[in-house]
């Protein structure tokens, strides 16, 4: 379930950048709230629609999480159809005063434009956050043994795979969080302990998604396609490994999207579908880097469950790995 307060929050932050863009317009170029043009009044009314339009499709999910039931689609449907009349009453009035009212393309591509926005902000919401403590005596001898601290996610029913990250510059507390935003890419061999190439284009994608590798190897753009838990890949370019990349913020700060997974067996023609999961695998390691493919239980790990938490936190003491107390 998603957090109601985080998404009002956003949606007053919304707000509040309508507000501010709306002032840019209104004193760019020495123009006082007095001597407005047609135009900027109606791209105003057009600025103010898309706040409204944001917050009514993020109530509709609050009330949905308060309900612990589906987002409704008829009052989904009210906010598409509330933004459409003022967008087009907007434009309206413009034109009957003989004024084109500035519209980036028109109705669909602003739409597009805001729904995106508020499908970002959803995004946002799913950002889970893992927290690795480790206590002073294991910290300096981990350190002193040149161990690194890992971590991995799991893509379907196979093992872990891929070093999501690996980092030697770790402290008492480390932070991740991550959110379900991915890229698809091909890779043309799968082998143990050495660093992932990627081996075709990369291209962006969503749950619920699918791309198409076409004859010359490039992937296309994603559309609407497969399973809504998974992402599928079309080939019709010949054998492959297919692998993903999900977008990780790691304890130093660096974002980034990085590997997570690279097929075990390669595909020659037909399709592929990929399911993240909520399962991540942190362990300390020696001699390992960032995108290294590996197969086998990895020692001194622990496996933690974000399917229905966001947040959870982990100690490293004596050696073993336990939940503190608290958590």
Not at 44 to 64: F, H, I, M, P, W
Not at 66 to 74: Q, T, Y
Not at 127 to 153: C, F, R, Y
Request: glycine share 8%.
């Amino acid at each position: 379930m998603k957090n109601n307060t985080f998404l009002s929050f956003i949606a007053f932050l919304l707000l509040v950048s309508v507000s501010f863009i709306s002032c840019v317009l209104l004193f760019s170029n020495g123009i006082s709230a007095q001597e407005l043009t047609p135009e900027t009044k109606c791209y105003n009314k057009k600025l103010n629609a898309s706040g409204a339009y944001v917050r009514c499709l993020l109530q509709a999910e609050v009330n949905a999480n308060r309900n612990e039931g589906e987002i409704s689609e008829e009052r989904v449907e009210r906010c598409h159809q509330k933004f459409e009349n003022r967008f087009m009453k907007a434009e309206a009035q413009a034109a009957a005063k003989g004024v084109v009212c500035p519209s980036h393309g028109g109705l669909l591509p602003f739409q597009k434009t805001v729904q995106q926005a508020a499908a970002f902000i959803n995004l946002s919401s799913s950002a889970k956050t893992l927290t690795v403590e480790i206590a002073p005596e294991d910290l300096a001898s981990l350190q002193a043994a040149g161990q690194k601290l890992n971590i991995a996610i799991m893509v379907g029913d196979e093992a872990y795979n891929v070093v999501w990250r690996s980092i030697s510059d770790y402290l008492e507390n480390n932070t991740y969080q991550w959110s379900p935003i991915y890229q698809v890419f091909g890779t043309n061999e799968f082998q143990d302990d050495v660093t992932i190439q990627v081996s075709t284009n990369i291209v962006s994608v969503g749950l619920g998604q699918e791309v198409i590798l076409d004859g010359t190897g490039i992937i296309g753009t994603a559309n609407d396609g497969g399973p809504e838990t998974g992402i599928t890949i079309i080939n019709d370019y010949g054998l492959i490994h297919p692998g993903l990349t999900q977008q990780l913020t790691d304890p130093t700060g660096i974002q980034a999207s990085l590997p997570i997974y690279a097929a075990f067996d390669g595909i020659v023609m037909g399709m592929a579908v990929l399911t993240p999961t909520n399962k991540v695998l942190v362990w300390f390691e020696q001699n390992i880097e960032t995108g290294t493919m590996f197969s086998g239980a990895r020692p001194n790990s622990t496996e933690v469950d974000f399917t229905n938490v966001s947040v959870v936190t982990r100690l490293y003491s004596n050696g073993e790995w336990t939940i503190p107390d608290g958590s």
